[in-house]
């Protein structure tokens, strides 16, 4: 398993090497769609934001927003640290945070949540591939860091792995 530090010079060397692969087909804006999407999941939504780490303490005063985040799930558990569901955990969580904060201040002039809802429907139609540049960078971020840790599948819950043990087939046992 990586450190932190590992995490974060991997992360940084390879941003600008991903974004350069989109230069073929998106060009400039693509090459910094990817590469800036790749830094932050890498350094700011990274898979150990379930942890008291760097990267929760990078968001300085906001790391109180990843607090019920860490609580409700464990290190390195199946909604945290698998490809495509961890990072798609994590952008709900930001979601469902953004949506809370705007309804919260729609009586003091915050446009309620379904005008932002409406807003990034629009967004993504608009944009769509530089969207979709940035979310697999976000992912490939991720990827990064769960093949520098060595486990790119993540262990299943407690759960799941009592009930597969209880219902797996026993070896026969030799006589002596």
């Given at each position: 398993?990586?450190?932190?530090?590992?995490?974060?010079?991997?992360?940084?060397?390879?941003?600008?090497?991903?974004?350069?692969?989109?230069?073929?087909?998106?060009?400039?804006?693509?090459?910094?769609?990817?590469?800036?999407?790749?830094?932050?999941?890498?350094?700011w939504l990274s898979p150990d934001l379930d942890t008291p780490s760097r990267v929760t303490a990078r968001w300085g005063p906001l790391a109180i927003l990843w607090w019920p985040y860490r609580r409700w799930l464990r290190h390195r558990?199946?909604?945290?640290?698998?490809?495509?569901?961890?990072?798609?955990?994590?952008?709900?969580?930001?979601?469902?945070?953004?949506?809370?904060?705007?309804?919260?201040?729609?009586?003091?002039?915050?446009?309620?949540?379904?005008?932002?809802?409406?807003?990034?429907?629009?967004?993504?139609?608009?944009?769509?591939?530089?969207?979709?540049?940035?979310?697999?960078?976000?992912?490939?971020?991720?990827?990064?860091?769960?093949?520098?840790?060595?486990?790119?599948?993540?262990?299943?819950?407690?759960?799941?792995?009592?009930?597969?043990?209880?219902?797996?087939?026993?070896?026969?046992?030799?006589?002596?």
């Amino acid at each position: 398993m990586a450190s932190g530090r590992a995490h974060d010079r991997a992360t940084v060397v390879l941003a600008l090497p991903f974004g350069l692969l989109w230069a073929p087909a998106l060009g400039p804006p693509g090459v910094a769609a990817a590469g800036a999407a790749f830094l932050v999941g890498g350094l700011w939504l990274s898979p150990d934001l379930d942890t008291p780490s760097r990267v929760t303490a990078r968001w300085g005063p906001l790391a109180i927003l990843w607090w019920p985040y860490r609580r409700w799930l464990r290190h390195r558990s199946l909604l945290s640290h698998s490809p495509l569901l961890g990072t798609a955990v994590r952008l709900a969580w930001l979601a469902g945070l953004l949506a809370a904060t705007s309804l919260l201040l729609t009586p003091f002039g915050a446009p309620p949540p379904q005008r932002l809802a409406d807003g990034l429907v629009d967004l993504w139609q608009r944009q769509r591939p530089l969207l979709a540049a940035g979310l697999v960078g976000l992912e490939a971020s991720a990827w990064l860091h769960l093949l520098q840790d060595g486990d790119p599948v993540p262990r299943p819950p407690r759960l799941l792995r009592a009930v597969s043990r209880r219902w797996r087939p026993r070896k026969p046992r030799r006589r002596r």
